[in-house]
């Protein structure tokens, strides 16, 4: 099947913020006295919020208590104090161009809410170029949870066999797997290539990937669905 589309992670795929999001729960589960190392929450980060929480605390919900407020203040952490401070990945922008040159339709896929995207995209200097997505609030449950990836397909109106996504989180591999969709990952996100190993290529960066755009699922254009 020849490919038609490109699924697009955000964080850490787009722009480096993997860091900026763990440092995000540390501040928020802190402001109502929970204390919770950087080192425990960074290799969480990929899932959403509904994930993570239980993960670091037991009995914790995002939808209620204070697990509510800590979401809510990880949230505005990241739109007010982290997103303008974030960059680019390196090569995301101009791998973004190259992909529509090509023709493919592109749309986000992230388990950041929608308030989230837009400084999120800002930062990854892609928000011209983006218009397209489905969000946290498209899904019932979070990455690694197919929800997300499969709202995705169905705004597409495509079958997994004609799409490809570009992620870099175990969690994202995972979500797209459960859907059949292949990934390309990027090690920018702060994973090893043994988290990665679901993946059908990995690339440093999108710069990485755009030097070899023709060797690549990319240039091939044809798929076969994982």
């Given at each position: 099947?020849?490919?038609?589309?490109?699924?697009?992670?955000?964080d850490?795929?787009?722009?480096?913020?993997?860091?900026?999001?763990?440092?995000?729960?540390?501040?928020?589960?802190?402001?109502?006295?929970?204390?919770?190392?950087?080192?425990?929450?960074?290799?969480?980060?990929g899932?959403?919020?509904d994930?993570?929480?239980?993960?670091?605390?037991?009995?914790?919900?995002?939808?209620?208590?204070?697990?509510?407020?800590?979401?809510?203040?990880?949230?505005?952490?990241?739109?007010?104090?982290?997103?303008?401070?974030?960059?680019?990945?390196p090569?995301?922008?101009?791998?973004?161009?190259?992909?529509?040159?090509?023709?493919?339709?592109?749309?986000?896929?992230?388990?950041?809410?929608?308030?989230?995207l837009?400084?999120?995209?800002?930062?990854?200097?892609?928000?011209?170029?983006?218009?397209?997505?489905?969000?946290?609030?498209?899904?019932?449950?979070?990455?690694?949870?197919?929800?997300?990836?499969?709202?995705?397909?169905?705004?597409?109106q495509?079958?997994?066999?004609?799409?490809?996504?570009?992620?870099?989180?175990?969690?994202?591999?995972?979500?797209?797997?459960?859907?059949?969709?292949?990934?390309i990952?990027?090690?920018?996100?702060?994973?090893?290539?043994a988290?990665?190993?679901?993946?059908?290529e990995?690339y440093?960066?999108?710069?990485?990937?755009?030097?070899?755009?023709?060797?690549?699922?990319?240039?091939?254009?044809?798929?076969?669905?994982?």
């Amino acid at each position: 099947m020849e490919l038609q589309a490109v699924i697009l992670d955000v964080d850490g795929t787009l722009v480096l913020s993997n860091d900026a999001h763990a440092q995000a729960w540390v501040e928020a589960f802190a402001a109502y006295d929970y204390d919770v190392a950087f080192e425990k929450v960074r290799p969480l980060i990929g899932m959403g919020g509904d994930q993570l929480m239980p993960k670091i605390v037991s009995g914790l919900s995002d939808e209620a208590g204070d697990g509510k407020k800590i979401a809510q203040r990880r949230k505005e952490l990241i739109i007010n104090r982290f997103a303008p401070e974030l960059s680019p990945t390196p090569g995301a922008r101009k791998l973004l161009l190259k992909m529509q040159l090509e023709g493919l339709r592109l749309i986000i896929a992230t388990s950041a809410t929608s308030e989230e995207l837009s400084p999120l995209l800002k930062a990854a200097q892609v928000d011209d170029l983006l218009d397209e997505a489905t969000t946290s609030s498209d899904a019932e449950a979070s990455k690694p949870e197919p929800d997300i990836v499969e709202a995705a397909l169905s705004k597409l109106q495509m079958e997994a066999s004609q799409v490809v996504m570009l992620a870099d989180t175990p969690y994202d591999i995972e979500a797209a797997s459960k859907c059949g969709v292949p990934v390309i990952a990027f090690r920018c996100g702060g994973f090893d290539d043994a988290s990665l190993a679901g993946a059908a290529e990995i690339y440093n960066d999108p710069a990485d990937l755009l030097a070899h755009y023709q060797d690549s699922l990319l240039g091939k254009k044809e798929l076969v669905a994982g």
